[in-house]
Each structure stands twice: as C-alpha cells, then as structure tokens.
C-alpha cells in the first residue's frame, strides 16, 4: 500500500468553550453525565469518551477526510500516494459513544467543536467534509459560505447545482432565480488558495508545497466528427484515464454501495397500497439497528400530482421502497377523457375539468404525476458548467445533466441504443455544441462523448484470472467481481468489459439511461428470494434488460427517439406538478 502523505489544515472554526444561553462557559463537548461510564442497575452502560490522536477510529476518520479533500482540490503532484489530515482541525475532539449490555456492545462516533456547541456535532466523515472543505477554501472565513448540514441545514434541498466556474453570460441571463440547492459545497465556499500544506515526501524531510487544484480537461477538439464516433477508425489501444471527481456529491455518486438514487431524479415510491412517482429531495445515511456496521439510506420524496392537489413529502426508510424511473413503464391515465385524447401534455390539460368530473371518473392526483413524469422524461438540464470555448470551438462543457428523470456524471457508465443492447459508455465529457453564429441554448446540439464498451465472456481454463479493467469507474469494477464470483464459482466461466471505441461521440438520443449495479438492484427488481435461485444456478444478468430507455414512454410509433426539451433549470422540469 502506498504510504499516507500527511495534510496540514492552517485554519479552524473549533470552540473548546461556547458560551450558553445564560452568558455562562460550558465546554463544548459531552456533559459530565455522559462521560460518566459506571454501569446502571441493569449492568447497562451508555457514555462518551474522548478518542485519543492515533486510536484506529480516529485514523479512520483523519484517513477518509484527508482522501476527500485531496479530491477536490488538487493532489496531482503525487499520483499513486494515500492521504490523511495531520490531526483533525484545531479544538475539534472525536468523542465515542459506547452503548453496552449483557449481550452487546454497539460504539458510533461523534466530533465536537463546532462553534455553535455541544448540540452541533458530526455523526460522520462524509457529514463533516462540506464544513472541512470550507475551512480549506474559503479565503473570507465567512460561515453564510459553509454549506454542511450544521451551518446550512436549510440548503439541503435539491435543484440548484454548484458551478464552479462562472456560467457562459449567455445561460446566465436565461435562468430564472434559483429556489433549491442540491448538495454541497457552494460555489463562493471554493477559494484560490487551498488553506492546506502537503509536504513533498515527509514533514521532516522536505518544505511544504501548497495544493492546488488540478489545471480543466481540455475542451473536446474541434477535429472530432459533429456526430456519432462510430463512424471513425479503429479506436486507440488504451482507455481513455477517468477524471477525480469535482465535486461531493459526484464523489459520493462515484462510491461502491452507498446510494442508488440521487437528487433531483424521477423515482417510484412505495404509498403502501400501490405505488407512485415523486422526485427525490434529500437522502442521508443511517446505522443499521440490526449491524451498526453497515449503513442503510434513507431518503426524502415529494410526490408529483396536479396543481390542484399537491402532496406532502414523504420520508422512504429504505432503498426497497424505491424504483428507479425506468424500472417500470407509466399506466394508461384513469380518465377516460384523457386516456382517449391523444396530444395532451401536463400543461395543456385542463386540471379544474378533470377534478371536476368533466373527463370522466378517475384519479385526478394519480394522473398528475402520470403526465408530470412523461414531461419530466421529455426534458434535460446540463449543470455545473467546467469550460466555455465558444469562440474557438463553438462548444461548452459540463460536469452533468439531468437526462429525462436521471442525474448524469462524467467519469460513470451509461446504457446505449446503439450496439448490442448490452453496450455501455463511460462519459469523460458532456458537451453543449452551439450553432455557428449563435448563442441560444434551444438550438445547441448536446453530446456525450467517452468510450464504449461491450461486455464479453470467456470459459475458465485452468489459472486464468478475469482482465484488468483498473481504468473503469469503482462501481463498475466491483459489480463485474460480484458477478464473477458467482459464474466462476458455478459455471466456470468470467466476463469483462472490452474497449471497442475510445472517445466516440453520440447524441442524447442514443442514450438510453443511467447504468446500475446488477447486484445492487436486481435483489430490488426480482425479489430477494428470487436473486437468491438465480446466485446458487450462477446466473446473475444484466440489470439494463429489466429497464426501460428515456423516451420511450413519448415514443410515437414509426417515429425516432427525440431530443428532448431543454430546461435551464431543474426545478422548472417539474413545473407545478410539486409545491413551489
């Protein structure tokens, strides 16, 4: 393993005393209470006590905080080399919580400091990062910048994309005020002079060099073909290298068995008698009661409707009462009148009518969200704008798009039209192709561009190993070692992913959606008793065959796939199908 390279954070935020609502001191840190680890009646015990600089669970935390921010501002100078925080900032303590009995001992961990005390602490690595980056990088120190649940717990709703470059002038007189934000950071938290130090070898050997943030990708090259690559020639003999992710969320995105839906997308939710659609808001983690170990999301859902009768949003335990949108295909409308009457759209219909009767008997709530969803799926937003080269290439990039009721990210693997039906396309980069001699975004051109792949499969002989497919993206590897395992095991046979063209070039409508782990949504797709039959017979498919594509619920027969509607803002998506 390569050696850890130590990160010096030059400024802190952390309070060993806050001062109380009485104007009186009180250490910022659990109470004498807590800390007190005698045994009740029972024999149960329940305290907190402080971790000491190198106890594991603190490594752990210094280790995982240090990998993060390396990520997002810069590390490039030492390629290959692990990272970890020197010590954890200023007057912030990590503090144990052990909760004991005759049986069981369950243990979480909590870090005090925050300026607002004792009540405001972090559960997590990944809770504290957004603070931690703020202290990195903001050059103003000015806490309205942070954007962590403590600081900003009212910014956690979803639509609005961090940018962290400044959008084209053109966009950015086209889009309407913003009423939600995604996730952190926020686009004023990000400085020019990272607030860290990482020493070239080791503290003790060398000088400090300031990090910085690794230079923008390169703008595709106006020499590359308007349309699909796969007209080209051969493809070159190695893979396009993947981008470190750009920002938190697509980091997160990026990781092996954490979230399966995201901000911002179009998901089926379970109502207890039937399901719905809604839109995802906010998601977190949470310890499973039953293994403290693993971690269980948890999210929050608004469901779409009609204007007229607007829902509350709803809390889904886990990710077992949640589809993605392309899992299922969207029923017929229960009015009559508006099944029967082809051409109606969410804003042509005549909502007062139908709630009135006028369009026959039905579910006015549930036809909302049938033509919400269609409208939604018709859509695409780009966000999060990295390069404007309008002038030499006539192109923009991005670091996502919302296509249709899914969440994109360059560097991650997508499910294509075109091919086998099996083919996939890790995106290395989104581009806006304008008109020449033009700047409006309605008749811009949008492009994925990144390599394609087919998925092969060989018999096992005797010593074979599976190829290296190290270029991939984390999710995509740890999926094909999951399936691996199993048809190795019992059919003796083993599957990869094989380049077949490297930098192709298709248009949205050769895409069909996002890509998902096969063990990770097939349990969720089949049942879980029904994976179980297919694991011990060794066959374990391709969670795309049991997906639908974006489009093809507004597919008119005999006619191709459409573009879609282009949308600056995500929230305008949704229209009024979901309260302002």
């Known amino acids: 393993m390569a050696p850890y390279r130590p990160i010096y954070l030059t400024r802190s935020d952390g309070k060993l005393e806050i001062l109380s609502k009485s104007r009186k001191k009180e250490s910022n840190a659990p109470t004498a209470d807590q800390l007190d680890s005698r045994p009740d009646a029972k024999g149960n015990t329940d305290y907190f006590k402080e971790l000491e600089l190198g106890d594991a669970k603190e490594v752990d935390w210094r280790r995982k905080l240090g990998g993060m921010l390396i990520r997002e501002i810069g590390g490039q100078e030492h390629p290959g080399s692990n990272y970890i925080l020197a010590a954890l900032p200023e ?57 962590c649940k403590l600081c900003a717990p009212d910014d956690l709703q979803v639509f609005k994309e961090p940018d962290r470059t400044k959008p084209p002038e053109p966009v950015q007189k086209e889009q309407p005020p913003i009423k939600k934000e995604a996730i952190p950071p ?76 995201r901000p911002g997308e179009l998901a089926w939710f379970n109502r207890g008698n039937a399901w719905g659609l809604s839109v ?19 999210y929050l859902v608004q469901p779409l409707s009609n204007p007229l009768q607007q829902k509350s949003t709803k809390i889904i335990e886990s990710e077992d009462g949640l589809r993605p949108w392309l899992a299922w295909s969207p029923p017929l409308p229960t009015h009559s009148g508006l099944a029967n009457t082809p051409g109606l759209t969410y804003s042509t219909i005549d909502w007062k009518g139908v709630t009135s009767g006028h369009y026959g008997q039905g579910d006015a709530e549930v036809d909302g969200s049938i033509f919400a969803a269609k409208a939604v799926d018709d859509s695409l937003t780009l966000f999060h704008p990295l390069t404007n080269n309008t002038v030499t290439t006539g192109e923009r990039t991005y670091n996502g798009i919302y296509l249709g009721g899914e969440k994109i ?19 290395h980069s989104i581009v806006e192709r304008l008109k020449p001699g033009s700047t409006s975004i309605s008749s811009a051109t949008v492009l994925l561009v990144g390599d394609i792949y087919k998925f092969s499969t060989l018999s096992l002989q005797p010593g074979d190993q599976p190829p290296d497919n190290r270029h991939l993206p984390l999710r995509l590897r740890q999926d094909m070692e999951c399936r691996n395992r199993v048809t190795i095991r019992i059919k003796r046979t083993m599957s990869f992913w094989k380049l077949a063209q490297a930098q192709a070039r298709l248009p949205v409508t050769d895409i069909k959606g996002r890509w998902y782990e096969s063990s990770a949504l097939l349990p969720i797709l089949k049942g879980a008793d029904a994976f179980s039959q297919d694991l011990t017979r060794g066959e374990i498919g391709d969670a795309g065959q049991w997906m639908n594509a974006r489009g093809d619920c507004n597919i008119v027969s005999g006619v191709p796939p459409k573009a879609g509607t282009r949308v600056v803002d995500r929230l305008d998506a949704f229209g009024k199908s979901i309260p302002p």
């Open 280 to 298: 995802i808001l906010k998601r977190t983690l949470e310890r499973e009661l039953q293994d403290p170990s693993k971690d269980r999301a948890k």
């Open 409 to 427: 990210w360059t560097g991650e693997p997508i499910r294509l039209r075109v091919g086998s039906g099996q083919d996939i396309m890790v995106v």
């Open 186 to 261: 926020k686009p004023s938290a990000i400085g020019t002079r990272p607030m860290v130090i990482v020493p070239s070898r080791s503290h003790s050997e060398d000088k400090g060099i300031s990090v910085t943030k690794p230079p923008a990708s390169k703008p595709p090259s106006a020499t590359l073909p308007p349309t699909v690559a796969r007209q080209a020639g051969p493809p070159p003999a190695t893979p396009t290298l993947l981008a470190p992710a750009k920002c938190f969320e697509q980091d997160q995105d990026s990781q092996w068995n954490k979230y399966l839906f």
């Open 91 to 147: 007057n912030y303590r990590l503090y144990e919580r052990v909760k004991s009995g005759p049986v069981s001992e369950v243990t979480d961990a909590y870090l005090y400091g925050h300026p607002q005390g004792r009540k405001k602490r972090y559960r997590s690595p990944g809770d504290f990062f957004p603070h931690l980056l703020w202290l990195a990088t903001d050059d103003n120190g000015d806490p309205d910048n942070c954007s």
